[in-house]
């Protein structure tokens, strides 16, 4: 079920209006309505660009992505997407919505959180057990969710927030004071703060499922492209890039100090 137009999200004194464009709908998953963009890129082009956002943010990601045709969608538990509480957020489960809302895809891109579940989605790739979804390229960039601690982060306000966002991006790559307002209100649509707890467990899960997601990266014959920013402060451990030269030794990657 789909629906889109004029919608009012509030968090806490925060309101955004999201204004009525064919680009902006929900879809239900088991009863629960998931927040997704389907935004035409260039006339005529024929890749479309999946976008799985990453930690903490949402599909607000991909705002100024226009080259391509552009399907991204709010993860459960973020933005715009319905926040259950109590609520077992897990990967699996993430990769499930995707998998449901997807259709024919080419390329996507993925971040942080969103690397996760794109692992997840390689996985039933290769086990086929993903069905008709096929899966063509794959784009990472870094990120390892060092993050506030769950207490920390349903206390936070937008000061806080936005100094600790603030220093992920280059110096040329900043958001504007707009930009990080957007940001915090899809956190606190639906007080997603209170849900932060659950959907931290997916870190503690990485380690779990190390060598099931690992295996499955390491394993498929898809271009695979891996975007470093040696800036960012949630960098993965300093041999992290030597590592992954050696067990991916097919994967291209790009280093961008900006």
């Not at 209006?17 to 902006?24: I, M, R």
């Not at 080419?106 to 692992?119: E, L, N, P």
């Not at 949630?234 to 992290?240: A, E, K, L, Q, R």
Request: aromatic content about 14%; charged content about 15%; overall charge positive.
């Amino acid at each position: 079920a789909v629906r889109r137009g004029l919608t009012q999200i509030r968090g806490g004194l925060l309101a955004v209006t999201l204004l009525a464009k064919s680009s902006v709908k929900f879809f239900t998953y088991k009863g629960l309505r998931i927040f997704y963009q389907d935004i035409v890129g260039v006339v005529g082009s024929p890749e479309i660009v999946v976008l799985l956002h990453g930690f903490p943010t949402s599909s607000y990601d991909c705002l100024t992505l226009r080259s391509y045709r552009v399907i991204a969608l709010d993860f459960l538990g973020f933005g715009f997407s319905d926040k259950q509480r109590p609520h077992h957020y897990s990967i699996f489960e993430q990769a499930s919505i995707v998998k449901a809302l997807w259709g024919i895809w080419g390329s996507r891109t993925s971040y942080d959180y969103g690397d996760t579940v794109a692992q997840e989605l390689l996985y039933r790739h290769k086990q086929n057990l993903s069905g008709w979804l096929t899966i063509k390229s794959l784009c990472l960039s870094n990120g390892d969710g060092r993050v506030l601690s769950p207490v920390l982060m349903q206390l936070m306000n937008f000061f806080v927030f936005s100094r600790s966002l603030i220093p992920v991006c280059g110096p040329y790559t900043r958001h504007s004071e707009t930009e990080l307002w957007d940001m915090w209100a899809g956190i606190r649509n639906n007080d997603g703060n209170l849900v932060i707890d659950s959907l931290l467990q997916y870190i503690n899960r990485r380690k779990k499922f190390r060598r099931h997601w690992v295996g499955a990266l390491a394993s498929v014959t898809i271009p695979i492209h891996f975007i470093y920013g040696p800036l960012d402060p949630v960098n993965p451990y300093p041999g992290f890039l030597e590592l992954y030269r050696k067990m991916l030794l097919w994967s291209t990657l790009a280093t961008i100090y900006s």
